[in-house]
Structure formats: C-alpha cells, structure tokens
C-alpha cells in the first residue's frame, strides 16, 4: 500500500477532525499518526463495504476519542495524586487549549464550548462535532458512526438538551 | 426554543475556527514507526524454528538423563554380580 498517496489525500481532513475533537494541535498530530499507522496495518480488513473516506474518518474517531480517555485518566490519577499530597500532571483545560485555527480574540469563548462538549458522552459529543463542527450531513455522520439517520438526529437532539442543562447549571 | 437558539448559537462560534493544513514532516515519523513495528515483529517462521530447537533441546537432554540413569543402574547391578562371585572364589 502507497501510504504516502493516502496520507496527501486526507492529512488534512485528519488532522482537522482531531482538532475538533482535542483542541490541541500536539494530540491531534499523534492522532493522526496513529490513524495512518493504523490505515496501514488494517488495509487488509477493509471489505468496501463503505467508501475508503468513511472508513478512515471512522478510525480517526475512534482513536480520538481513545485520545481523551487516556487524558481524562491522566486528570483522575492527578486528582487522586493531590490527595496524597504527590505531585501529578494536571490538566488545565484553559492551558491545554491550542486549537491553530483559533484566532486570539476568539480563543476565550471557544474553550467555554470546548469545556462543555468535553463534558458530553461520547457518542452524543461525536453526534456534534461531525454535524456542527465538521459540517456533515446526518446521513453522512450516520454513516461514519455506523448508525442510522435517525439515531444521529436523536444523539444531536439529545447533546443540545445536555448542553443546555449544564449551561443552566452553570448560570446559576 | 430560545434556550435551544442560545445552544445553536454557541455551536455556530465554531464557525470561528479555520481549517488548517496537517505538517507534512508527519509523513516521515509515520513511515519510522511503521518500519519500527515491522523490525520489532519476529517472523512466524523463525518463532517456530526457535520453539521447535527449544523443544527438542529439551527431549534430547531428558533422553540423555534418562540414559545415563540406566548405564548407571546397570552398571551397579554388574558390580553387585561380580562381588557376589568373588564370595565364591574366595
């Protein structure tokens, strides 16, 4: 397999997807490392059963998400750590923000939504960010998701709820 | 439906954020650890030869224990024989 013809092709819809998972550009680079090392490996179980771009941003997903919970048990054992009065490596949401196509002036308002999407499931958050931050379709998005239409519009249903009752929890 | 505008509304900020062009030096690390991970691996062919020699090592120095265990036994019942001659040509 040319794995340089397939990394040209889709780096950037890559990259950008892990983005707009992790928000930080040195997580979304060994993301998308992983994801064309995993392209590579897997070529073989790809059945065609989806299109190729479908099933690469399905493993960019996957490994996304992977991502966050390997930096939200870092976040646990820090906790667990600042009880035993040891030193552990916190994670600052704020500090950890570093989106590159995050202008300055815009960066305060974007991580309070970044802060709040973080606190989603994860079927429901990649329900959002594909739809609303990726710009897919549902059909599209259900297609990635492996799920049906219906079950991407009720997940983006259920986010917006969820969204909206911790921006209430937060107001008061 | 205002709160569900408010939500739709903070989702759309999002519209604030620029694609931006994936580093092409990833490539290059790409390409190292998929050559790693291939270095790293062992052949099937030479784990089984491995396994098998080890095998065999060991069967062979089973055997040469056991064979030394029934030389030895033997030999002790040919002594014993020979002494117990040697009460009659005394």
Same mark, same amino acid.
């Given at each position: 397999?040319?794995?340089?013809?397939?990394? /040209?092709?889709?780096?950037?819809?890559?990259?950008?997807?892990?983005?707009?998972?992790?928000?930080?550009?040195?997580?979304?680079?060994?993301?998308?490392?992983?994801?064309?090392?995993?392209? /590579?490996?897997?070529?073989?179980?790809?059945?065609?059963?989806?299109?190729?771009?479908?099933?690469?941003?399905?493993?960019?997903?996957?490994?996304?998400?992977?991502?966050?919970?390997?930096?939200?048990?870092?976040?646990?054992?820090?906790?667990?750590?600042?009880?035993?009065?040891?030193?552990?490596?916190?994670?600052? /949401?704020?500090?950890?923000?570093?989106?590159?196509?995050?202008?300055?002036?815009?960066?305060?308002?974007?991580?309070?939504?970044?802060?709040?999407?973080?606190?989603?499931?994860?079927?429901?958050?990649?329900?959002?960010?594909?739809?609303?931050?990726?710009?897919?379709?549902?059909?599209?998005?259900?297609?990635?998701?492996?799920?049906?239409?219906?079950?991407?519009?009720?997940?983006?249903?259920?986010?917006?709820?969820?969204?909206?009752?911790?921006?209430?929890?937060?107001?008061? | 439906?205002?709160?569900?505008?408010?939500?739709?509304?903070? #989702? +759309?900020?999002?519209?604030?954020?620029?694609?931006?062009?994936?580093?092409?030096?990833? #490539?290059?690390?790409?390409?190292?650890?998929?050559?790693?991970?291939?270095?790293?691996? #062992?052949?099937?062919?030479?784990?089984?030869?491995?396994?098998?020699?080890?095998?065999?090592?060991?069967?062979?120095?089973?055997?040469?224990?056991?064979?030394?265990?029934?030389?030895? +036994?033997?030999?002790?019942? %040919?002594?014993?024989?020979? %002494?117990?001659?040697?009460?009659?040509?005394?």
């Amino acid at each position: 397999m040319q794995i340089e013809n397939i990394y /040209y092709e889709y780096k950037d819809q890559v990259f950008n997807l892990a983005l707009s998972y992790l928000a930080n550009k040195e997580d979304a680079k060994e993301v998308t490392q992983d994801v064309f090392i995993s392209v /590579y490996q897997t070529a073989e179980q790809f059945r065609g059963e989806s299109k190729f771009s479908t099933w690469i941003y399905r493993i960019t997903v996957n490994k996304s998400l992977d991502k966050i919970r390997s930096r939200n048990r870092k976040k646990r054992w820090a906790t667990i750590l600042s009880f035993t009065g040891e030193k552990g490596e916190t994670i600052d /949401y704020a500090v950890h923000f570093d989106h590159p196509g995050v202008k300055m002036e815009d960066k305060e308002s974007l991580v309070k939504l970044y802060g709040i999407i973080d606190s989603l499931p994860d079927n429901q958050r990649t329900a959002i960010v594909l739809t609303k931050f990726e710009d897919r379709s549902q059909e599209e998005a259900a297609e990635i998701m492996g799920i049906t239409r219906k079950a991407v519009e009720s997940l983006v249903q259920r986010a917006k709820k969820n969204l909206m009752e911790k921006l209430e929890v937060a107001r008061d | 439906m205002k709160q569900e505008t408010n939500i739709d509304e903070l #989702l +759309s900020q999002w519209t604030k954020v620029d694609k931006v062009d994936a580093p092409d030096y990833l #490539l290059t690390r790409i390409k190292a650890k998929i050559e790693n991970q291939v270095n790293d691996k #062992l052949t099937p062919g030479f784990a089984i030869s491995f396994g098998l020699s080890f095998i065999l090592l060991i069967i062979f120095q089973v055997s040469a224990i056991k064979q030394t265990k029934e030389t030895n +036994s033997s030999a002790s019942v %040919q002594n014993e024989f020979y %002494q117990s001659n040697d009460i009659y040509n005394d």
